[in-house]
């Protein structure tokens, strides 16, 4: 939507509650004035808004005079202006709109109503169609507009049964009674409407301020009763839970122990080494004994058998040993005892090895 936010010009307290609520549930931001000189204020400090809704009468500057000064400023000429008014009148809504007025929104506004002017103002300034800004010597309000010419000036002349003797050229209009009755019955009527005007403001604004303090009143004694009940409900709540969980732990402790106690009654039945278990078992041990005792006996027989090679093959290599040294010594040697004795020697080593065969034979 291209309407996003608006400026209410009104003097009513009420009144301006009632259209921002409206304008509020349609997602617009919505800035407020309580007269007319304070919306220019506003104008010319504020940023733009898409659309203004200005009141019709209000004391001081009232809404149309409001109208020509705000079309008159070329800076806020462009923006809408939604005239809100009593007045249900054709001509003074084709008024209106000669004066700078984009549509006319009854009051009090109605959400329907509200709906279609807001629409309507969206299309014409999504496509550009938004009425031009009238030009600056816009019209009065017809009931307060006198039949005198615009040049006319007043002279005051005695009242005469006679009718006066002037020319349609002539530029002063005298002061009969009757001009006298018109202008005072204007003045008068102008004055009554601003002064009633005022006293149903003021009435209203009592009235909107009294309603609000009751509906506080009323919506902080209706948050204490709905908070007391429910308090109230929680503890209720709180203490039958407590007893629901009693009982739900005792069923479950209860439960807890039969399933415990099956339990044991089935551990105590699967416990323990039965007649058949000793007896497989002193069976295993026996097989393992055997085996042990088997393989213990082989290895001996191995060691031994290993350590004759050993021996045997160790004394073969002495000997040799010996019979080579004794050759090379026999060459080399001159002495015949140094043979002899080696001899000897070399017969007592033979003999200890033969014996040493025979034990470990």
């Keep these: ?48 808004p898409d659309v203004i809704f200005m009141d019709h009468l209000m ?55 509200l709906s279609l002017v807001l629409d309507q103002l969206d299309r014409d300034v999504t496509e550009g169609t938004l009425p031009e800004a009238p030009p600056a010597d816009l019209a009065i309000d017809e009931e307060d507009r006198l039949d005198v010419a615009p040049n006319a000036s007043v002279a005051m002349s005695p009242k005469t049964d006679k009718e006066p003797d002037y020319t349609p050229q002539s530029s002063s209009v005298p002061l009969t009674s009757e001009l006298i009755e018109q202008i005072a019955r204007s003045a008068v009527k102008t004055h009554i409407n601003n002064r009633l005007h005022e006293l149903l403001s003021s009435l209203f604004d009592e009235q909107f301020d009294h309603l609000k303090r009751a509906l506080d009143e009323s919506r902080h004694k ?69 085996i042990d005792t088997e393989f213990w006996q082989t290895l001996q027989s191995e060691a031994i058998q290993q350590a004759h090679e050993i021996s045997r093959e160790t004394a073969e290599d002495i000997a040799q040993r010996t019979i080579d040294l004794f050759v090379a010594q026999q060459q080399t040697a001159a002495s015949k005892i140094y043979t002899v004795g080696l001899a000897i020697s070399l017969g007592i080593f033979s003999v200890g090895i033969a014996w040493l065969s025979g034990l470990l034979g």
């Design 1 to 48: 939507m291209a309407i996003k936010n608006a400026l209410l010009v009104d003097d009513s307290k009420v009144a301006r509650f009632a259209l921002s609520k409206l304008l509020e549930s349609r997602d617009m931001e919505v800035n407020m004035a309580g007269s007319a000189e304070e919306a220019l204020d506003f104008l010319n400090s504020q940023s733009r």
């Design 59 to 113: 004391p001081g500057m009232n809404g149309v005079e409001a109208t020509k000064a705000i079309k008159g400023n070329p800076d806020t000429a462009s923006i809408p202006i939604i005239m809100c008014t009593s007045k249900k009148s054709s001509s003074f809504m084709d008024e209106a709109k000669n004066f700078g007025v984009y549509n006319i929104l009854t009051k009090p506004p109605h959400t329907e109503g």
């Design 222 to 290: 209706q948050e204490g009763v709905i908070q007391e009940k429910l308090d109230a409900m929680e503890a209720m709540i709180e203490e039958r839970t407590r007893h629901l969980r009693d009982d739900v732990a005792a069923e479950v402790n209860l439960n807890l122990v039969q399933e415990l106690a099956g339990l044991k009654k089935e551990l105590k039945q699967n416990t323990g080494f039965t007649g058949e278990h000793m007896a497989e078992l002193k069976d295993h041990i026996t097989s393992v004994q055997t």
